[in-house]
């Protein structure tokens, strides 16, 4: 199983990025997938997820409204579209894959990981 993230930079306060995270090796359409961060010093934390037979949605609360996570089951593609992005939003962005759809905001039930794109707003 591999998971690829893509689509990191650097922005501006307020600038958008969209976040890509490609999958292969696993039936992706069954799987829930999720975003989760790192800023250093920090915790991984939750950012988003979408389930992988509903499609349900789920979002911290501190990117609700302003993060949009989307699928694409013919590309085994997940996306983060990240806009008024703020300087505490700079963190490396994770892509995780997980069989079912509960839990999703515990990074501890993701089996697999991507390698992490890094995102930098600059106030």
């Known amino acids: 199983v591999q998971l690829q993230a893509s689509g990191g930079g650097l922005v501006q306060t307020g600038g958008s990025l969209r976040l890509s995270c490609a999958a292969s090796?696993?039936?992706?359409?069954?799987?829930?997938m999720g975003w989760f961060r790192q800023a250093p010093g920090k915790e991984r934390e939750f950012v988003a997820a979408?389930?992988?037979?509903?499609?349900?949605?789920y979002y911290a609360d501190s990117v609700k409204g302003r993060f949009t996570i989307s699928r694409d089951n013919a590309k085994n593609t997940v996306y983060l579209q990240m806009n008024s992005l703020k300087p505490e939003d700079t963190a490396v962005y994770y892509c995780g894959a997980l069989t079912g759809g509960s839990n999703l905001q515990y990074s501890r039930y993701y089996l697999y990981w991507g390698q992490g794109t890094q995102v930098t707003v600059s106030s």
């Open positions: 979408i389930s992988g037979t509903r499609d349900t949605t």
């Open positions: 090796g696993l039936p992706f359409s069954r799987n829930s």
